[in-house]
């Protein structure tokens, strides 16, 4: 089983429209969530942190379930520049390093 | 914010050769870097954890004698892909944990490397 786990997509929708996408992950120690955009041959990026409490920025809003080890992330308003792969990432406690999902593709379309 | 500055952005090499892939940190200090190997429709895969002044500590399935890395200052850490063969042709990201107040992942622009 994969540590974090993302549906690939893609998902296609217009613009102005809202979509969710969700993450879970498998390891029960894990400590910190993220959410990272990377767009198609480029670095990933970090868009938001994921708070307990829920966070949200812009468009954004960033849902952390650790009862269900589930994140999501919720854009609305989507903007054609939103178009691209969106990584669930997750530090794990007593590892510097960060664990990534698959990612999922996003397109908006006109 | 924290600047990682990563080269060559790209490099075509022939098989049996060595390309080194250079990864700074700009204004900040990173004790570790991360060194990720992304193919085409995949996430990233972390290779190695680099330490400043250490041995890197390798995920399983990587081979050390390969990817050589070093780390020998607080801002410059070196993967070396030797005896580059066609199946490394691949996007190569390093990352550097700003350890400072501000903290933080930061990821280099990344290398795309092809071995002809």
């Known amino acids: 089983r994969k540590e974090v786990e993302q549906d690939p997509g893609p998902f296609n929708v217009p613009e102005g429209a809202t979509v969710a996408f969700n993450c879970t992950y498998s390891n029960s120690a894990s400590q910190s969530f993220f959410w990272y955009r990377q767009d198609c041959r480029k670095e990933p990026k970090l868009l938001m942190s994921v708070y307990s409490s829920g966070n949200e920025d812009g468009r954004f809003t960033a849902q952390l379930n650790r009862a269900s080890q589930y994140i999501s992330l919720l854009i609305r308003d989507s903007k054609l520049s939103d178009s691209a792969t969106y990584l669930c990432v997750v530090n794990i406690r007593g590892f510097q390093k960060l664990v990534f999902g698959t990612g999922t593709r996003l397109l908006v379309s006109p | 914010g924290a600047v990682v500055s990563q080269h060559p952005s790209r490099v075509i090499c022939k098989s049996g050769t060595s390309v080194k892939i250079e990864c700074r940190s700009l204004d900040f200090q990173a004790t570790t870097m991360f060194w990720y190997r992304q193919f085409p429709k995949q996430s990233l895969m972390l290779m190695a954890t680099?330490?400043?002044?250490?041995?890197?500590?390798?995920e399983q399935g990587v081979e050390k004698d390969k990817f050589l890395i070093n780390h020998a200052s607080l801002t410059l850490s070196t993967l070396t892909v030797t005896s580059a063969h066609p199946e490394d042709s691949s996007f190569y990201i390093c990352?550097?944990?700003?350890?400072?107040?501000?903290?933080?992942?930061?990821f280099g622009s990344g290398t795309r490397l092809t071995v002809v």
């Open positions: 680099s330490n400043e002044g250490s041995k890197a500590t390798y």
């Open positions: 990352s550097a944990r700003d350890e400072g107040p501000q903290g933080g992942y930061t």
